[in-house]
């Protein structure tokens, strides 16, 4: 075979690989995430800050961002607030209280005991509904109450997505698998990792299961692992439903022991005690009267 | 009178064991059964046991300092819950004194286990040199020191955020006690940052460290504990504790090899009645091997709770060879 032959060859069998990669992800996608890859459309929350107050609560500013230039209609923002009890690993989460929040793109939920808070809104645009929810760890000690809450008996059945908290100490962290699920939820659902925003280009998209849950591991990060134990990103899920979408933000802490060496640790381990059983027999052997 | 026998027949080394052993479970395993004590223990119940029974104060110490720093800059009720779990330390402390060392640390018993297979073994305990042991006293307080100093140092900003828990990062009861529940994760070097990789490498370098210690001597990671040395700073307040008639002492040295901790004050006191050194875990077994009668005591303020006696000592001779 000549060298051009070969050379004619390498460059179609490259273009047949990148039209397949391209026809695959044409038809696997379905249209909705195509249109949403162009143009996020979108509501999302975001913690904008958290903080101890004076009484031993605690404050969270939630920020709800949608797609911009756009206009908002009939904006409603309900709270689940899920109390931690038991001990131990007996722990679990109570009976949640449920409350509206005045509606407004910027939320202060006060928080007096310790507890998950569930923040959903629902937002039309146009004609499309769109649904975003939020969950954050709250650990307030005044055992008041949000003063701003409006109690209601239920939350309203809006498309949400749920995640599996465990039970005691959920905190979803960095290269463990999170699992959630969306009644009704599309096939596929796109990720943005780290905040990304409407202009920024999705991270991933992953596949809905067998048995209907979605499974997704934030990767660990380099600049997460270099900052403290309380570093965390925001990682928002993203599906397209029939005249909407539903978006859902969980905040990803590093993990802690995410990237370790049982065998290294090993080896130290035996090391040091080898060290110290000949440091001790060897001092046995020179002051034997001890 | 043979009700009086088998009173005398129970002896308080057996108690102290079922003691040790029930502590073990209840700190271990405690909240699989829905028991948890709190965040104010005196002793090593240790956080990272999953499904533990409580919380060793030491962790709560070093973190109600560290967060203790943003609530004093609040000025708010975060304060108070320091406070408060440090009242309730204190009162722990003040009922029971140094028992929770040497009657129910989880730790403890460990180390008591490393020295009954030395027995079974037939090595001889190794003692430390005099001046050595005089030196290493002090760790225990610097320890302290830092478990005071450097979590408001990571809070302020000025150490980095890993630094929070200092103490627990190469306490070697972090990496030993969770095995107990099956978890072996922090035997493994941490590779996240600089601060994990550094704490990892000194608590597993620790822990090979006392675990030979803890086999060649007795109660060996005592000698460095910072709890013994919080207890002993409020001894004032503790109503429990070793007393001595130095008048009834016949100087047999007995309470000086039965130590487990070594201490030769309670042997060498002939004035005060005040032996309780920062090294005594009122274990008692002085108190056992005392052959004087009245010349020890186990107080808990004026009452006498266990007195050595010439007759234990017979009985304990006699019947289980010790």
């Known amino acids: ?290 | 009178m043979r009700g009086i026998r088998a009173m005398r027949a129970i002896k308080v080394w057996k108690i102290r064991s079922l003691v040790q052993h029930a502590g073990f479970i209840v700190m271990m395993y405690g909240g699989r059964f829905g028991v948890h004590l709190g965040s104010a223990i005196p002793c090593f119940a240790c956080p990272f046991v999953p499904g533990c029974g409580g919380y060793c104060y030491l962790m709560g110490l070093q973190g109600y300092i560290g967060f203790g720093m943003s609530a004093v800059a609040a000025g708010g009720v975060g304060l108070l819950a320091a406070l408060g779990w440090f009242a309730l330390f204190a009162m722990l402390v003040a009922l029971l004194g140094k028992l929770w060392c040497g009657w129910v640390c989880p730790f403890g018993l460990i180390q008591d286990w490393l020295s009954a297979l030395r027995r079974a073994f037939g090595v001889r305990e190794r003692t430390i040199p005099r001046n050595t042991a005089r030196r290493l006293t002090r760790v225990k307080y610097l320890l302290l020191s830092g478990i005071v100093v450097i979590p408001p140092l990571a809070t302020a900003g000025i150490l980095h955020e890993d630094f929070y828990l200092p103490f627990c990062n190469i306490c070697p009861g972090k990496s030993i006690l969770p095995l107990f529940a099956g978890e072996a994760r922090y035997l493994a070097l941490n590779l996240d940052n600089r601060v994990t990789l550094g704490f990892s490498i000194a608590l597993l370098a620790i822990t090979g460290v006392m675990l030979v210690g803890m086999f060649f001597r007795d109660r060996f990671f005592c000698v460095f504990c910072p709890f013994l040395a919080l207890i002993h700073l409020l001894k004032p307040i503790t109503l429990l504790g070793l007393t001595k008639e130095p008048e009834s002492c016949i100087g047999c040295g007995n309470c000086r090899r039965v130590c487990p901790m070594a201490i030769e004050a309670v042997y060498k006191e002939r004035v005060s009645r005040d032996v309780q050194g920062d090294a005594c875990l009122d274990c008692a077994s002085c108190v056992e091997a005392c052959p004087s009668d009245f010349a020890l005591s186990i107080n808990f303020s004026k009452l006498r709770l266990f007195r050595s006696s010439r007759d234990y000592v017979a009985e304990l001779k006699g019947k289980f060879g010790r």
């Open chain 1, 1 to 290: 075979m000549s060298r051009e032959r070969v050379m004619t060859f390498k460059k179609s069998s490259l273009f047949c690989v990148s039209f397949s990669l391209f026809l695959a992800r044409t038809l696997l996608m379905p249209e909705a995430l195509l249109a949403a890859d162009k143009e996020m459309n979108f509501l999302r929350w975001r913690v904008a800050s958290q903080e101890r107050t004076r009484d031993g609560g605690m404050t969270v500013s939630f920020e709800l961002r949608g797609p911009s230039g756009t206009r908002w209609e009939d904006v409603e923002i309900v709270c689940r607030a899920m109390p931690r009890e038991g001990v131990g690993t007996a722990r679990s989460y109570g009976d949640p209280d449920v409350y509206r929040k005045r509606a407004s793109k910027n939320v202060t939920i006060y928080s007096g005991r310790s507890e998950l808070i569930e923040l959903l809104a629902e937002a039309r645009v146009g004609d499309a509904r769109h649904y975003a929810s939020i969950v954050v760890n709250c650990y307030g000690e005044s055992g008041k109450t949000d003063p701003d809450a409006e109690a209601i008996d239920d939350a309203p059945l809006w498309p949400v997505f749920r995640v599996d908290t465990g039970s005691s100490y959920f905190r979803a962290q960095t290269g463990t698998p999170i699992e959630l699920w969306l009644e009704a939820g599309p096939p596929f659902v796109e990720v943005f990792e780290n905040g990304a925003t409407a202009s920024a280009a999705m991270t991933s998209i992953i596949e809905r299961s067998p048995s209907g849950k979605y499974s997704y591991t934030s990767p660990h990060d380099e600049e997460l692992a270099k900052s403290g134990y309380t570093a965390k990103k925001d990682v928002t899920f993203v599906a397209a439903i029939p005249g909407g979408s539903v978006s859902f933000c969980l905040p990803v802490y590093r993990a802690f022991y995410g990237r370790t060496s049982l065998g290294g640790g090993l080896v130290l381990l035996s090391s040091s005690a080898a060290a110290t059983l000949a440091l001790v027999i060897g001092a046995g052997r020179r002051f034997p009267w001890r």
